[in-house]
């Protein structure tokens, strides 16, 4: 089942919330390279799906690190402050571990440990060029508030994206049950207004489904909506709450739970 985008562009994090890899950034084992982004692939990516796991290597580092003693971390918070970055990388490079605990804490949520141990990296970076400006004397404290808000955000808006999914392919599952059941009552293919009718949807939402439905016949997709593209769909209207005046679930739109039979229907005889 395709998933919408977990972020479009404008939710990306600035070069300078992200954190740093490459010359100077936290360490990482030998080939394991740059922790990839949720929702992108590496364009080199090994074939030996049998090798260590890139993440797992980078977490175990993290944890053997360790946060600097609390004099060298004043000293490193001053210099980053002050725009050093060597000193912002060291301290990143010292309190990664947090990051890994909290996203094995998270594990099973939505999101891969490896995605959680990203999101929270941003959090962290956040949280060293924030801290001097904060007022607050306690950096951990303040750090891990930052990682795991950060974790958090990103698997509410992951749970979204799947739930928008669902409803997207629920809706599709309802229009076809509709068109089939009301072929085979009336004898003929259901006009659109008869099937906004049955469904209780508006006829913009109808159309919308109805195209949907229609391409993914036309590609011959074993699941609906894995060619779209959720950005250049009006999420709000194809989801809108089936809902009476009343408040009360609307009814008719929702047909037995039995497999929705094949585009072509029953033959005619």
Do not use: C
Request: hydrophobic share 35%; charged share 35%; no cysteine.
């Amino acid at each position: 089942m395709a998933k919408p985008p977990e972020r479009d562009a404008g939710d990306q994090p600035s070069d300078t919330t992200r954190p740093p890899s490459g010359p100077g950034g936290p360490a990482r084992p030998e080939g394991t390279g740059d922790v990839v982004k949720r929702g992108t692939s590496p364009e080199e990516a090994p074939e030996d799906d049998s090798g260590p796991d890139p993440y797992e290597a980078l977490a175990a580092q993290a944890k053997q690190a360790g946060p600097p003693p609390p004099a060298e971390r004043e000293q490193l918070m001053a210099a980053a402050t002050n725009g050093d970055q060597g000193a912002r990388q060291a301290l990143a490079n010292g309190h990664l571990g947090w990051v890994a605990h909290a996203a094995e804490e998270r594990a099973g949520r939505g999101l891969s440990q490896g995605d959680l141990f990203q999101e929270g990296s941003i959090g962290l970076m956040r949280a060293i060029d924030e801290f001097g400006g904060s007022g607050l004397a306690d950096f951990e404290a303040f750090a891990r508030e930052r990682v795991v808000e950060e974790m958090e955000r990103a698997l509410k808006q992951e749970e979204k994206a799947q739930e928008d999914a669902r409803r997207l392919i629920q809706a599709a599952e309802d229009y076809q049950r509709a068109e089939f059941g009301l072929r085979t009552e009336f004898g003929r293919e259901a006009t659109p207004a008869e099937l906004a009718a049955k469904l209780e949807w508006s006829q913009d939402r109808l159309e919308a489904i109805a195209a949907m439905v229609e391409e993914a016949r036309r590609r011959h997709d074993e699941e609906l909506l894995v060619y779209l593209d959720p950005e250049e769909l009006d999420l709000d209207r194809l989801l809108e709450s089936q809902e009476d005046p009343a408040g009360r679930p609307a009814q008719s739109g929702r047909l037995d739970r039995r497999p929705f039979p094949p585009a072509e229907g029953p033959s005619r005889n």
